[in-house]
């Protein structure tokens, strides 16, 4: 499979995503206090005063002070850590650039960056004619515990190709129609998309995942994988 290829599907499992369970929502708590009684108004009116003695004002004609927004943090991020040599593998033992160590996502005003960094150097083109890797992360925008949408990439003997889903409305976009750039640099590979790829949402639940082995395994049980976080989701921002 090549990247250049728009019809081509990377290689993915159910399997791999992890299980979400609905966001934490705080509710306020009662005091238990009660209420203070309210105060009286004060007069209105100007009191009369002495010769040289200042004129007494009501608080009601004191400026009411501004109240400023609050807004919004023009970059969030949050990072999980996985613990390292973690890998869940069967058959063969996987490559050390499979090992997560640390995942980081980033919103700003230009869109979302995801960082997988892992403990070795990733490759940049697929180095096993016969084996394939995948990355991938999970989301959930509604804090329902369902994961809404999912960005992978694939590693394939032409480089990285990504692909896009969006499971509330059954649709799959691949390569470069799914409007995500991914690259491998060094430890990590580095994710950028669009604010509207998560629905521009500015708090979700999320996970990434890998999986390595050959192209008869790689949708199988019998896969080498890694997640971060280990169960469940990451809050963000974090």
């Known amino acids: 499979m090549s990247p250049v290829d728009d019809t081509a599907t990377p290689q993915r499992t159910v399997d791999l995503a992890p299980t979400f369970t609905p966001a934490q929502t705080e509710h306020p708590r009662p005091s238990g ?132 889903r969006d499971r509330r409305n059954n649709e799959a976009r691949f390569m470069t129609k799914s409007g995500v750039r991914v690259a491998a640099k060094g430890h990590s590979v580095v994710f950028r998309f669009s604010l509207g790829h998560l629905d521009d949402a500015r708090s979700v639940q999320w996970a990434t995942a890998s999986e390595w082995g050959s192209y008869e395994t790689i949708s199988t049980a019998a896969a080498a994988s890694d997640h971060a976080p280990n169960t469940g989701a990451a809050p963000f921002p974090g």
Not at 64 to 82: E, F, G, H, N
């Open 33 to 164: 206090r009660p209420s203070a009684p309210a105060r009286p108004r004060a007069d209105a009116t100007t009191t009369s005063a002495p010769k040289h003695t200042a004129p007494q004002v009501s608080r009601q004609a004191e400026a009411a002070p501004v109240s400023t927004p609050r807004r919004t943090p023009v970059r969030m991020t949050a990072r999980t850590k996985d613990t390292t040599n973690d890998v869940d593998w069967t058959l063969q033992r996987p490559p050390d650039y499979t090992d997560i160590a640390v995942a980081t996502l980033t919103r700003t005003a230009d869109g979302f960056t995801l960082r997988v960094r892992f403990t070795a150097e990733v490759p940049r083109r697929q180095q096993d004619g016969n084996r394939t890797m995948n990355v991938a992360s999970f989301f959930d925008t509604t804090g329902d515990g369902e994961i809404d949408y999912e960005i992978w990439a694939n590693l394939a003997d032409n480089g990285w190709g990504p692909s896009y």
